[in-house]
């Protein structure tokens, strides 16, 4: 066979596993409330993708993380490796934007994220000059990463609200990445750890022939020789 129809099947068959292994879904529900929080559907003029009409991925389907018990560990090259408690990230400095989340299986939606910039808990931990790449890891075993000159440059959240509610379980509470600009599978959910290192590192996805860089618009897989 030659290589080029090599990739193809190689593309295809991918595709259709990470369509049925991340447990994707496609409910189309109206606006709601969430635990006495009303969801806002327009910010600044844009038009938001209400959260039950938006799909999502989960490798072993929706994690519950508790409120009190939950910690996000920060190490690796950082001066100060910390473990913070949700109160203390949400006691952060905030921000607010509207991002579409694009994935790629071809659906995609606009949200209005809120939560702290990664420069924010890069500050607070000291991340060290020699870091470039930043590794998120999940409670349900996920993983993948970002260079740490990406995150900085773009201002990239770690949101802990989605359209003003705070992030339903399904939606990765207590923190999912707002990576702009990167596929979905760059946007970590239940988010439990983040570690910073020098070397480059493939996560979840990309260890099985998705692109490392997940560019909007690029290719999706890795070329294979």
């Not at 707002?178 to 959910?189: F, N, R």
Request: net charge negative; charged share 25%.
């Amino acid at each position: 066979m030659k290589p080029i129809h090599l990739l193809l099947v190689f593309s295809i068959a991918l595709t259709a596993s990470f369509a049925a292994f991340s447990g994707c879904v496609s409910d189309r529900g109206q606006p709601g409330v969430y635990n006495n929080e009303t969801e806002t559907l327009s910010y600044r003029g844009e038009q938001l993708t209400p959260i039950a009409q938006q799909r999502n991925n989960a490798i072993q389907g929706t994690q519950y993380i508790d409120r009190g018990d939950y910690r996000l560990q920060v190490d690796g090259l950082v001066e100060n490796p910390r473990n913070f408690t949700y109160e203390e990230i949400i006691g952060l400095p905030q921000t607010s934007k509207v991002v579409e989340l694009n994935c790629v299986e071809g659906w995609s939606f606009n949200a209005k994220w809120t939560g702290v910039r990664i420069a924010e808990i890069f500050e607070e931990t000291g991340a060290m000059e020699n870091a470039a790449t930043v590794i998120f890891y999940s409670a349900d075993g996920y993983s993948t990463s970002l260079d740490k000159d990406y995150l900085l440059e773009n201002d990239i959240i770690l949101a802990y609200r989605l359209n003003d509610v705070t992030l339903p379980p399904e939606r990765g509470f207590p923190l999912q990445l707002v990576a702009e600009d990167k596929y979905g599978y760059k946007w970590a959910k239940w988010i439990v750890r983040i570690e910073l290192t020098d070397s480059p590192y493939k996560g979840f996805w990309e260890e099985r022939g998705f692109n490392n860089t997940a560019d909007v618009g690029g290719p999706a897989f890795e070329r294979r020789r």
